[in-house]
């Protein structure tokens, strides 16, 4: 056990980690604070105080139609984190799994399942979104579907590639050896040495997740109203780009906020759960 | 054998010190080691992982890490090369001291074919153009017994066996005629029979050009038939040295007598048990402040522990009239 | 633990033949393939053991996944104690594996560098020859067969990159042991060791094949080292059998031009006995 303290340890000293580590805890206690609270409601309309500069009511001011924007900055974080943890979730349980079992009985198997993702990879994320929604209307779930979809190729490429070079190595051979079946093997040892591999492309793939979600919702496909997304906030920055400038920032460092924060987040741990065990003699 | 003639020998190591930084501070990696070489004389290092032979081999090229402090005195033909500015440095290895490294998948570069590499430090250092470079490399190729080397010139690495790729590693170590020539391990990763014929290249050439080899291996049977000289390292310092064939027939220091008891050796029955040393090599962090084999050693005195152990001669001069030092004051009692 | 009472002749291979298909370098025609072993041909008794000589590409590794039933032949058949280990069920073949277990030539690459050596050790007796009495009895297990290759029971609950290669290395054996096996199969066991960790681990096997009467099918590079440890000895060269029989005499009076020529070139052999094998 003193082995995971000292790994903590480590971890708390290195930059990445902490500074993306501390973003990301921001973020996500902004969502949860806004499931309880936020300074105004965020279905508020004030029109007599619209495009306010910021004040000590307003701390960032009010939107076209006198919304509070510190508070729809706040609850729209929910959309990204929602966005973020169900897409990512989509692709690890998904295509996770695809990957390993493509590494594991290899051959045609492998085959298909390589091509297929290599077919939805080529399809643009956003190009699936468009499609999803002619079909079944805009909406958040619809693009949690898409973007999630997208995920899946990534996470079982990635995994597949991992997982074949815990293959190689003798101590699976070993395990056949002791009578341990493939799927036996891929749960006790293949996927606890590719842990740390897709732990780092989570963190990536959520920073992308949030980016898709914001130009999906930017392009009016995503979140609709009055559900306050990020990227409807840039959107509706643009129209009044003459008159408050400002309204397009605060979305837009949001969002480049969280996706930096999540990157830092993952070089960190990228660092402190790899050469861990490469450096160990 | 000391040519007193030429007070400048070609390699002058004294009280070489070497300190790396550890995921536990500071440790003492190189503890004074000092040699002295001839042109056209053969030395061995022998010792296993963790004895600084490598390590060694890498101060005098200058490629140690940056942060590695290095401290007393290599002089090459005279030259100071500890504190020597990398430039400076750079100027000094492929053209007059060159190294022929243990790994030649890893040491070549798998996208540069074979010819490329070779004239690499022909261009660097002689200011070849590319034309006769590549002809020079043919004539080293075709030195280093290489079939068919015309039409390995364009190869790459991959395309040639484990022990063609040594050979081409040598003629890139010898292109510009070097003065001194570090081969680390050069024959571990090949198969046996591989190794005795590159073994008998390394020997030929190093004859033919007269050059100073320092050969560094874990394998004692090696030394045996290639160096005249061989230094037994341990925990950074250098325990034994004689003349070859004085080494093999009268060892003095204890961890030499475990090194060789332990070998298996082709004329021992079945099931013999080898003798080992007991115990394992420590961290360099955890070497005692004395004699760095103090722990493991039969013949330990308290004394050991605590004082670093004076250099001793070991009684005759040998056939060849090179010392036949041990770095253990206790030695006549085994 | 070994299922059923150990025949006489505990390894039988009999014209074993791979070939590996390789990957295609060109769009249309045959792929190319490899015949890795051809007609390889051998017996082992129990108790007694064999040493398999060859130079990288001789196929004796090939030869070690074979015996252990890690991959399919091409041709011939491994006949374990009288069972054919590659036409045997899976629950069958389950069961004959407690008889026959293996050691890896990578100290760092054959232990999990995730799981504990306790979860390591006992790893066999999971899923081979479970003990009815659960957790303490495998743990009881694990720390007897740490013991007798002379490690610590505190040793059961650290990681592998706490130890050093020998340490490591003792610990696969350890791991190998624990279903009590008739053969042990060690590919290059020690290769990759210091000359004297190579001794001590080269000493604890003997002391365990003495102790337990274990067979070895030692696969080895090192003429030296299956001297010391084999009976017997078959030599491969390009995947083919060139010489064998008992080692004292091969290595003495060998017949075959390529035994000859990888016993002179053992560095430094200037032993009185190859000073015999020419007069």
């Known amino acids: 056990m003193q082995d995971k303290n000292h790994a903590l340890r480590r971890a708390l000293r290195h930059p990445s980690f902490v500074a993306g580590g501390a973003m990301v805890l921001l973020l996500v206690l902004c969502a949860v604070l806004s499931l309880f609270w936020s300074p105004y409601p965020v279905a508020d309309i004030d029109i007599p105080n619209k495009l306010a500069s910021p004040s000590a009511a307003h701390w960032m001011g009010t939107d076209s139609l006198g919304r509070d924007i510190g508070s729809l900055l706040l609850v729209g974080s929910q959309n990204s984190l929602l966005v973020g943890f169900i897409a990512v979730g989509i692709g690890l349980g998904v295509g996770v799994p695809l990957g390993l079992l493509a590494s594991a009985r290899r051959g045609w198997v492998e085959e298909v399942i390589m091509r297929a993702s290599d077919f939805t990879f080529a399809f643009p994320a956003l190009l699936s979104a468009i499609m999803l929604t002619a079909i079944y209307g805009p909406g958040l779930v619809v693009s949690i579907a898409a973007i999630g979809i997208f995920n899946i190729p990534v996470f079982a490429r990635i995994s597949r590639g991992a997982a074949n070079a815990v293959w190689s190595r003798d101590f699976t051979a070993a395990a056949r050896a002791a009578g341990k079946g493939p799927v036996s093997i891929t749960v006790a040892h293949v996927l606890p040495n590719i842990a740390s591999v897709l732990i780092v492309q989570a963190t990536i793939q959520f920073a992308i997740a949030i980016l898709a979600e914001a130009a999906l919702s930017y392009l009016g496909l995503g979140t609709q109203p009055p559900q306050p997304s990020w990227g409807r906030m840039l959107n509706e920055a643009q129209s009044q780009m003459f008159q408050a400038p400002m309204l397009a920032v605060y979305p837009g460092a949001a969002i480049a906020l969280a996706v930096l924060g999540l990157n830092l987040l993952g070089d960190g741990l990228r660092d402190v759960l790899d050469p861990r065990l490469a450096r160990q003699r | 054998m000391a040519d007193m003639s030429n007070p400048t020998p070609l390699l002058q190591v004294s009280d070489l010190r070497v300190t790396l930084p550890t995921a536990r501070g500071w440790a003492q990696a190189l503890r004074g080691v000092s040699l002295r070489m001839e042109r056209g004389q053969t030395v061995g290092l022998i010792g296993e992982s963790g004895c600084g032979k490598s390590l060694t081999a890498l101060a005098l090229m200058g490629l140690l890490p940056e942060r590695a402090q290095v401290s007393g005195s290599i002089l090459l033909h005279g030259q100071e090369l500890v504190g020597m500015p990398e430039p400076q440095l750079c100027q000094l290895r492929g053209a007059r001291m060159a190294m022929i490294f243990q790994e030649p998948m890893t040491a070549l570069n798998p996208l540069h074919p074979i010819w490329k590499q070779i004239a690499e430090p022909l261009r660097l250092h002689q200011h070849m153009g590319v034309a006769e470079a590549k002809a020079r490399a043919l004539e080293l190729l075709d030195r280093v017994q290489l079939p068919r080397a015309r039409e390995r010139l364009d190869a790459y690495p991959h395309q040639l066996s484990g022990g063609q790729r040594q050979r081409v590693m040598i003629s890139i170590a010898l292109a510009c005629s070097p003065d001194l020539l570090i081969a680390d391990e050069p024959t571990t990763a090949l198969d046996v029979t591989v190794q005795k014929e590159v073994l008998a290249l390394i020997k030929q050439l190093v004859n033919e050009d007269g050059m100073g080899l320092l050969l560094i291996s874990h394998d004692l049977g090696l030394m045996q038939d290639q160096v005249d000289r061989v230094m037994v390292m341990y925990g950074g310092s250098v325990v034994e040295s004689a003349a070859t064939p004085e080494l093999f027939a009268h060892r003095a220091h204890p961890y030499t007598r475990g090194l060789f008891a332990a070998r298996p050796r082709l004329g021992l029955a079945r099931g013999t048990r080898l003798t080992t040393i007991s115990g394992s090599v420590p961290e360099l962090m955890d070497l005692p402040a004395g004699c760095a084999f103090a722990d493991r050693c039969t013949l330990a005195a308290d004394e050991c522990r605590h004082t670093p152990p004076q250099v001793e001669s070991v009684g005759l001069q040998g056939l060849s009239g090179e010392p036949h030092a041990v770095s253990c004051p206790r030695w006549r009692l085994s | ?279």
Not at chain 3, 51 to 70: P, Q
Not at chain 3, 228 to 243: A, I, R, Y
């Open chain 3, 1 to 279: 633990m070994t299922p059923s009472p150990i025949k006489p002749t505990l390894l039988e291979v009999r014209q074993l033949g791979r070939r590996f298909v390789m990957p295609r370098s060109a769009m249309w025609g045959p792929a190319s393939s490899l015949q890795a072993l051809s007609d390889v041909s051998l017996s082992l008794k129990a108790g007694k053991s064999l040493g398999i000589v060859g130079e990288s590409g001789s196929g004796k590794s090939t030869l070690a996944r074979l015996v252990m039933a890690l991959d399919q032949p091409t041709e011939g058949q491994v006949l374990f104690n009288g069972v054919d280990v590659h036409k045997a069920g899976t629950s069958q073949l389950r069961h004959l594996r407690s008889g026959f277990q293996m050691v890896f030539q990578d100290p760092y690459g054959s232990l999990d560098p995730r799981q504990k050596v306790l979860s390591i050790v006992t790893e066999p007796i999971q899923t081979l020859a479970k003990p009815s009495d659960g957790r303490s009895a495998l743990r009881e297990r694990a720390a007897e067969a740490l013991s007798e290759v002379g490690l610590r029971t505190a040793d059961l609950d650290k990681y592998p990159h706490e130890f050093s290669g020998g340490q490591r290395q003792r610990i696969a054996i350890a791991r190998a042991l624990i279903t009590r096996p008739a053969l042990i199969v060690a590919d290059e066991p020690v290769s990759a060791l210091d000359v004297s960790v190579q001794a001590q681990v080269l000493n604890l096997m003997m002391d365990l094949q003495d102790r337990y009467g274990l067979s070895y099918l030692l696969v080895s590079h090192d003429l030296a080292v299956v001297n010391l440890m084999c009976d017997d000895v078959l030599v491969l060269q390009s995947g083919q059998v060139v010489e064998q029989g008992p080692a004292a005499h091969i290595f003495q009076h060998a017949e075959h031009p390529y035994t000859r020529m990888l016993i002179s070139a053992v560095p430094g052999t200037r032993d009185a006995f190859l000073e015999q094998e020419k007069t």
